[in-house]
């Protein structure tokens, strides 16, 4: 049970620790990590988190630049 405001900052501090990184990476992950991702990168307010839709074997793009996560595809 950890509360989705707890979940946004942790994935959000996991995506932070990226900013040094080159390169593409893939993460295969749990849907709730990639709506906290989306929150994050969207700067969205944490009740947000249930009104992202992520279905099965989805495929969600983000990019880093300038030091902000861009949200560029998802579905």
Do not use: K
Request: aromatic share 6%; glycine share 10%.
């Amino acid at each position: 049970g950890e509360a989705v405001v707890d979940l946004v900052t942790r994935v959000g501090g996991w995506l932070d620790s990226l900013s040094d990184r080159r390169g593409r990476l893939v993460a295969v992950t749990h849907p709730s990590v990639v709506r906290a991702a989306v929150v994050y990168a969207l700067s969205a307010p944490s009740a947000s988190f249930w009104r992202v839709d992520v279905g099965p074997v989805c495929r969600t793009v983000m990019h880093l630049r300038g030091g902000s996560w861009t949200l560029r595809s998802t579905g």
